[in-house]
Protein backbone atom coordinates (compact mmCIF):
# COMPACT_ATOMS: atom_id res chain seq x y z
CA UNK A 1 0.00 0.00 0.00
CA UNK A 2 2.73 2.46 0.55
CA UNK A 3 5.47 1.45 -1.64
CA UNK A 4 4.42 2.99 -4.75
CA UNK A 5 3.40 6.12 -2.84
CA UNK A 6 6.80 6.45 -1.32
CA UNK A 7 8.60 5.81 -4.48
CA UNK A 8 6.62 8.42 -6.74
CA UNK A 9 7.85 11.12 -3.59
CA UNK A 10 11.03 10.06 -3.79
CA UNK A 11 11.35 10.54 -7.56
CA UNK A 12 9.06 13.83 -7.42
CA UNK A 13 12.60 14.57 -4.86
CA UNK A 14 14.62 13.81 -7.32
CA UNK A 15 15.99 11.24 -5.01
CA UNK A 16 15.66 7.23 -6.89
CA UNK A 17 19.20 6.70 -7.28
CA UNK A 18 20.62 8.28 -4.38
CA UNK A 19 20.98 6.96 -0.74
CA UNK A 20 18.75 9.76 0.35
CA UNK A 21 15.43 7.28 0.33
CA UNK A 22 17.48 5.06 2.33
CA UNK A 23 18.71 6.97 4.84
CA UNK A 24 16.36 9.72 5.35
CA UNK A 25 13.58 7.74 6.45
CA UNK A 26 15.31 5.91 8.84
CA UNK A 27 15.89 9.22 11.17
CA UNK A 28 11.68 9.97 10.95
CA UNK A 29 11.09 7.28 13.33
CA UNK A 30 9.24 4.04 13.40
CA UNK A 31 6.07 3.14 15.22
CA UNK A 32 6.92 0.21 16.80
CA UNK A 33 10.48 1.97 18.09
CA UNK A 34 8.24 4.59 19.78
CA UNK A 35 5.89 2.36 21.24
CA UNK A 36 9.11 0.21 22.94
CA UNK A 37 10.51 4.07 24.39
CA UNK A 38 7.09 4.75 25.45
CA UNK A 39 6.36 1.30 27.78
CA UNK A 40 9.78 1.70 28.91
CA UNK A 41 9.15 5.61 29.92
CA UNK A 42 5.88 4.07 32.21
CA UNK A 43 8.43 1.50 33.86
CA UNK A 44 10.19 4.65 35.30
CA UNK A 45 9.00 5.40 38.84
CA UNK A 46 6.81 8.61 39.60
CA UNK A 47 8.60 8.77 43.30
CA UNK A 48 12.01 9.64 40.97
CA UNK A 49 10.75 12.80 39.20
CA UNK A 50 8.58 14.17 42.22
CA UNK A 51 11.98 13.77 44.44
CA UNK A 52 13.18 15.65 41.61
CA UNK A 53 10.28 18.58 41.66
CA UNK A 54 10.84 18.80 45.63
CA UNK A 55 14.21 19.48 45.13
CA UNK A 56 13.50 22.32 42.64
CA UNK A 57 14.47 20.71 39.89
CA UNK A 58 12.57 22.28 36.40
CA UNK A 59 10.99 19.93 33.31
CA UNK A 60 13.82 20.32 31.14
CA UNK A 61 16.15 18.91 34.35
CA UNK A 62 14.44 16.35 35.01
CA UNK A 63 14.29 15.13 31.57
CA UNK A 64 18.10 15.67 30.82
CA UNK A 65 19.56 14.72 34.45
CA UNK A 66 16.97 12.45 35.20
CA UNK A 67 15.00 10.55 32.55
CA UNK A 68 17.80 10.05 29.65
CA UNK A 69 20.42 8.72 31.68
CA UNK A 70 17.69 5.77 32.81
CA UNK A 71 16.29 6.10 28.69
CA UNK A 72 20.09 4.86 27.41
CA UNK A 73 18.93 1.58 27.33
CA UNK A 74 16.53 1.19 25.37
CA UNK A 75 17.85 4.17 23.19
CA UNK A 76 20.58 1.76 22.61
CA UNK A 77 18.15 -1.19 22.23
CA UNK A 78 16.22 1.35 19.12
CA UNK A 79 19.32 1.96 17.61
CA UNK A 80 20.83 -1.67 17.29
CA UNK A 81 17.41 -3.01 15.97
CA UNK A 82 17.02 0.57 13.01
CA UNK A 83 21.01 0.07 12.29
CA UNK A 84 20.21 -3.90 11.58
CA UNK A 85 16.45 -3.21 9.82
CA UNK A 86 18.38 -0.56 7.36
CA UNK A 87 21.90 -2.36 7.21
CA UNK A 88 19.68 -5.72 6.29
CA UNK A 89 17.33 -4.26 3.94
CA UNK A 90 17.18 -5.53 0.72
CA UNK A 91 13.80 -3.91 -1.14
CA UNK A 92 14.54 -0.68 -0.47
CA UNK A 93 18.18 -0.61 -2.26
CA UNK A 94 16.64 -2.27 -5.05
CA UNK A 95 13.38 -0.28 -5.29
CA UNK A 96 15.75 2.95 -5.36
CA UNK A 97 18.89 2.23 -6.78
CA UNK A 98 19.55 1.26 -10.41
CA UNK A 99 23.37 2.22 -10.52
CA UNK A 100 25.49 -1.11 -9.72
CA UNK A 101 28.14 0.90 -8.08
CA UNK A 102 25.74 2.34 -5.50
CA UNK A 103 24.48 -1.26 -4.79
CA UNK A 104 24.83 -1.64 -0.80
CA UNK A 105 25.70 -5.75 0.80
CA UNK A 106 22.53 -7.03 0.52
CA UNK A 107 22.27 -6.61 -3.25
CA UNK A 108 25.67 -7.41 -3.36
CA UNK A 109 25.23 -10.47 -2.37
CA UNK A 110 22.80 -11.25 -4.90
CA UNK A 111 25.73 -11.09 -7.51
CA UNK A 112 27.23 -14.45 -6.39
CA UNK A 113 23.70 -16.20 -7.18
CA UNK A 114 23.56 -16.70 -10.67
CA UNK A 115 20.88 -18.50 -13.29
CA UNK A 116 22.07 -21.77 -13.06
CA UNK A 117 25.06 -22.11 -10.30
CA UNK A 118 25.60 -20.36 -7.22
CA UNK A 119 29.06 -19.17 -5.75
CA UNK A 120 28.71 -20.67 -2.28
CA UNK A 121 32.22 -19.80 -1.27
CA UNK A 122 31.95 -16.38 -1.67
CA UNK A 123 27.77 -15.80 -0.67
CA UNK A 124 29.25 -17.34 2.54
CA UNK A 125 32.04 -15.72 3.19
CA UNK A 126 30.53 -12.02 1.98
CA UNK A 127 27.26 -13.01 4.26
CA UNK A 128 29.61 -13.73 7.44
CA UNK A 129 31.22 -10.04 6.57
CA UNK A 130 28.40 -8.34 6.30
CA UNK A 131 27.49 -9.68 9.98
CA UNK A 132 30.40 -8.14 11.30
CA UNK A 133 28.83 -4.36 12.00
CA UNK A 134 25.95 -5.74 13.96
CA UNK A 135 28.05 -8.14 15.77
CA UNK A 136 30.41 -5.05 16.69
CA UNK A 137 27.36 -2.69 17.76
CA UNK A 138 26.08 -5.57 20.13
CA UNK A 139 28.66 -5.93 22.01
CA UNK A 140 29.77 -2.01 22.31
CA UNK A 141 26.03 -1.90 23.87
CA UNK A 142 25.70 -5.02 25.76
CA UNK A 143 26.40 -3.18 28.92
CA UNK A 144 23.13 -0.82 28.14
CA UNK A 145 21.29 -3.75 27.89
CA UNK A 146 21.88 -5.15 31.13
CA UNK A 147 21.66 -1.63 32.99
CA UNK A 148 18.31 -1.02 31.43
CA UNK A 149 17.22 -4.16 33.91
CA UNK A 150 17.66 -2.48 37.08
CA UNK A 151 15.71 0.08 36.66
CA UNK A 152 13.76 -0.15 38.99
CA UNK A 153 15.93 -0.87 41.89
CA UNK A 154 16.46 3.21 41.32
CA UNK A 155 13.40 3.41 44.06
CA UNK A 156 14.00 2.28 47.75
Not at 55 to 69: K, V
Request: charged content about 10%; hydrophobic content about 50%; aromatic content about 18%.
Amino acid sequence: MTLVPTYVIFSKLHWVDTYLPLIVPAFCGNAFHIFMMRQFYRTIPNELMEAARVDGAGHFYIWGRLMMPLVKPVMATVALISFKGAWSDFQGPLLYLSDKSKYTIQLGLQVFKGQGYTEWNYLMAVSFLSMIPILVLFFCFQNYFIEGMNVGGAVK
